[in-house]
């Protein structure tokens, strides 16, 4: 495997914007560890290695377990995660899958029920912005490094 090309060197512009996205992302006032979550679960469902192994660890440093990583792709069959990580991961999945049925209502309603239109809005940026990042890793060839 081989990287493409450097896209933070190519277009600077692009990487600063995205940069910025993260900026507003980090103090959104979303929880840190819920935010990992949020980017290993879209990561999964794009298929980004990239993404996946930058993000289980930082989930790591944050004290999050090996159990809820290693099962965030089942979370719907694992006892693991509260109600409210489950209604934002299937927010995530909802957003990130949006060209095959949109947010269905009741995935709208069942994230609703556990947060404000204020963190609504910004788990739909995180997941906005970690599928924009997925998508620059892929096209351009990123893949994780073997520690």
């Known amino acids: 495997m081989k990287v493409r090309f450097n896209y933070t060197e190519a277009n600077p512009g692009a990487f600063q914007t995205m940069l910025k996205l993260e900026g507003f992302n980090r103090t959104s006032g979303l929880d840190a560890k819920l935010y990992e979550l949020i980017k290993i679960r879209a990561s999964q469902i794009n298929g980004c290695a990239f993404c996946i ?3 289980t660890k930082e989930a790591r440093k944050l004290g ?3 159990q809820r990583i290693y099962l965030l792709n ?3 069959e694992a006892p693991f995660y509260t109600d409210k990580e489950r209604a934002v991961l299937e927010l995530t999945e909802a957003v990130t899958r949006i060209s095959e049925q949109g947010v269905p209502q009741d995935v709208y309603e069942n994230a609703r029920a556990h947060v404000g239109e204020a963190e609504y809005v910004a788990i739909v940026m995180a997941v ?3 599928n924009a990042w997925n998508r ?3 096209s351009t060839g990123m893949f994780p490094e073997q520690d």
């Open 64 to 66: 999050e377990t090996e």
């Open 53 to 55: 192994n930058m993000h």
């Open 74 to 76: 089942a979370w719907r």
């Open 128 to 130: 906005n912005t970690i």
């Open 136 to 138: 620059l890793a892929i």
